[in-house]
């Protein structure tokens, strides 16, 4: 029964870390077609180059376990941009004042945040046909991330985060 009780905390806890991810896909496509990508040409992450070279290593990585093969001729282009902010999830500890007499009473209130800020990142990925210029599949992961891990903890997260966004790809019709 303890053994129980200890892993449903630690599902709960990992389900609580892991990124989240929506898909949208265009319903007339055959994704069957699609074995050959390259990254988009002009693309503009938004993050430092040093974590955009940790994104675009997972981004391959998983293609190719997909069985894309990276090309000069591709099918289709793999886009990605990125959202930074920050989510107020801190705990507070309350302070109040207060007095009165007979049938009055006055108090005085407020809380005082504890610790800093959660970091989050949101990434868009779109897939968009080559020959169609066309947008045919995305996927938006929305992570937690810490912007002062170490450069082995921030790969680990941008493949976890890749690994969520190409789960649906292709899309189950």
């Known amino acids: ?90 705990s507070r500890v309350g302070v109040g004042i207060g007095g009165g007499g007979g049938n009055v009473g006055v108090g005085v209130s407020g809380g005082i945040p504890l610790g800093q800020m959660d970091s989050y990142l949101e990434l868009t990925f779109d897939f968009i046909d080559v020959e169609n210029d066309a947008l045919i599949w995305q996927a938006v992961v929305e992570s937690s991330f810490d912007m002062n891990a170490d450069p082995q903890k921030r790969q680990e997260k941008f493949d976890k985060i890749v690994t969520k966004a190409l789960e649906g790809y292709p899309p189950k019709n």
């Open 1 to 90: 029964m303890r053994l129980l009780k200890y892993s449903f905390l630690l599902l709960f806890i990992a389900a609580c870390n892991s990124p989240k991810a929506v898909y949208d896909y265009d319903q007339q496509v055959n994704f069957d077609r699609y074995n050959s990508y390259t990254i988009f040409p002009d693309l503009q992450t938004g993050l430092s180059q040093l974590d955009e070279a940790r994104l675009l290593e997972s981004i391959e990585r998983q293609m190719q376990e997909k069985g894309f093969s990276d090309s000069s001729s591709p099918g289709i282009y793999v886009n990605v941009y990125t959202k930074k902010f920050q989510q107020d999830n801190r």
